[in-house]
């Protein structure tokens, strides 16, 4: 029934691992979205995708990548992770794109990285 | 660069006042503003979308008002109660399809 779903919520790790964050929306929403939200509760957006292109890219290192397999999905693989990824990582979706106007965010619950 | 500015950064006030939070932004040529809410460990909610072509948006206790012109938008709640509490954080959405979020207002009622 979940709209937004990420997992895991939690995911504790040592620096150098990979990991990966999925996400996922039951909406039939076009447009995903990852946000970081750092330690001083700032949310940044790293990446968008509608119809599983590619809109934003922030300048996020490129040990982050997203994949999309299609709309309803967008992962987040995250390789050599460093202390400074320690942070809480959101998805979100709306329907449409920035162009109609009209789009609200539903957001996912979080997911709280934690590199040791 | 679009900056989105929020204050005050935190607010504690009495269960069943009247408050305003305040939202500035720097580029007024946005598409749409949205407020949100963001419980502790829970993800946000959307409360309200205000377009750029509208001046303000209500649901139930909550109004929202929206000046392009200046920069800014306000978040009235009403009649304030301890459910209430949490953090309140602001968006809006630039021309350049990328959605720049304030850093929030911690709201806190006291019962």
């Known amino acids: 029934d979940t709209a937004v779903s990420q997992t895991p919520k939690y995911l504790v790790t040592q620096m150098g691992n990979d990991k990966s964050i999925k996400c996922e929306q039951n909406?039939?929403?076009?447009?995903m979205y990852w946000y970081k939200q750092d330690s001083k509760k700032f949310l940044k957006i790293m990446f968008s995708?509608?119809?599983?292109?590619?809109?934003i890219n922030e300048t996020v290192p490129n040990r982050f990548s997203p994949k999309s397999p299609d709309k309803a999905h967008l992962n987040l693989h995250i390789n050599s992770l460093e202390l400074g990824d320690s942070a809480v990582y959101f998805c979100?979706?709306?329907?449409?794109?920035?162009?109609?106007?009209?789009?609200?965010?539903?957001f996912g619950a979080g997911s709280r990285l934690t590199v040791l | 660069k679009q900056e989105v500015t929020q204050i005050p950064a935190a607010l504690s006030v009495p269960e069943g006042e009247n408050l305003v939070l305040n939202c500035s932004f720097t580029?007024?040529?946005?598409?749409?503003l949205q407020w949100f809410r963001q419980d502790p460990g829970k993800g946000l909610t959307s409360l309200l979308l205000?377009?750029?072509?509208?001046r303000e948006q209500t649901s139930g206790r909550l109004n929202a008002s929206l000046d392009k012109s200046s920069g800014r938008s306000t978040l009235y709640i009403a009649a304030s109660q301890p459910g209430d509490s949490a953090t309140y954080l602001c968006?809006?959405?630039?021309?350049?399809?990328?959605?720049?979020f304030g850093k929030g207002t911690r709201l806190h009622i006291l019962p």
């Open positions: 995708y509608n119809n599983k292109e590619l809109i």
């Open positions: 909406l039939g929403h076009d447009t």
């Open positions: 979100a979706s709306s329907q449409g794109d920035s162009y109609s106007g009209a789009n609200v965010l539903t």
């Open positions: 580029d007024s040529a946005i598409y749409n």
């Open positions: 205000i377009q750029s072509s509208q």
């Open positions: 968006a809006v959405t630039n021309r350049d399809d990328k959605i720049i």
